[in-house]
């Protein structure tokens, strides 16, 4: 089974920073990786897929990037509404997995 | 307007069993794979099934294989969860999510996701 493991867990930052989380699959997974958003009380909704398409309707001060085994997310410049937490998913194989999640907290 | 709304959670005692529905409407229902995945309170998101357009290939995790069960009906647009043997570990949200290949399976993105429906399973 593949281990996807984020990092940080949790992160403060001010809205107008640029943040960025990793990703790290415990085998190569190519590009197979995808990037969520969830806010409190609501569903998760994707934001990227495989590594770095945007999905449509999402701002582009979302950057995804990365292959094989790591991979990251960057937010820049950090709006109000984008503190949440955040889940990387890999499809590459199953059984699919998830990240534990990091959580963008405003400082 | 792409919509999945899910039903049929609630409270249930361990070893009993659930059908979890979810009504999908606008868009092709048949053309795309479907999932559930859960979240327990407070926890991570967690794979637990995905279907085939045609409802000819199912998966399941290992923890749920053998007591959960993946199903469509594409006439109905609709998407279902059997769980039967529950236990307190399956307690959480169930999210309904359509898949989107990005290359061949498994290669999905959930790109649609439910509000979810939450099942306690609890003495």
């Known amino acids: 089974d593949i281990q996807m493991t984020q990092s940080p867990s949790s992160l403060s930052a001010s809205v107008g920073d640029s943040v960025t989380i990793t990703c790290r699959a415990s085998?190569?997974?190519?590009?197979?990786l995808n990037w969520y958003q969830q806010k409190p009380g609501k569903a998760p909704s994707l934001l990227i897929y495989?590594?770095?398409n945007l999905h449509g309707g999402v701002p582009s001060s979302f950057i995804g990037s990365g292959s094989g085994t790591d991979f990251t997310l960057t937010i820049s410049s950090l709006q109000p509404e984008d503190f949440a937490t955040y889940y990387c998913?890999?499809?590459?194989?199953?059984?699919?997995?998830f990240g534990q999640g990091t959580r963008l907290e405003v400082k | 307007e792409v919509q999945l709304v899910e039903s049929g959670g609630g409270l249930v005692q361990p070893g009993g069993s659930l059908r979890l529905s979810c009504a999908a409407s606008?868009?092709?229902?048949?053309?795309?794979?479907m999932s559930w995945v859960r979240q327990a309170p407070g926890k991570g998101l967690e794979w637990v099934a995905n279907?085939?357009?045609?409802?000819?290939?199912?998966y399941h995790v290992d923890s749920v294989k053998g007591r959960f069960t993946i199903s469509r009906d594409n006439s109905k647009n609709s998407l279902y969860l059997q769980m039967n043997s529950l236990r307190a570990e399956d307690t959480a949200i169930y999210y309904c999510?359509?898949?989107?290949?990005?290359?061949?399976?498994?290669?999905?993105?959930?790109?649609?996701w439910g509000q979810g429906t939450l099942v306690t399973v609890s003495s």
């Open positions: 999510v359509r898949g989107s290949l990005a290359g061949s399976p498994p290669r999905l993105h959930y790109d649609y």
């Open positions: 606008g868009f092709t229902f048949s053309s795309y794979w």
């Open positions: 279907i085939k357009q045609d409802g000819s290939e199912k």
């Open positions: 085998q190569n997974i190519i590009r197979y």
């Open positions: 495989a590594a770095s």
């Open positions: 998913q890999q499809s590459y194989s199953y059984p699919i997995s």
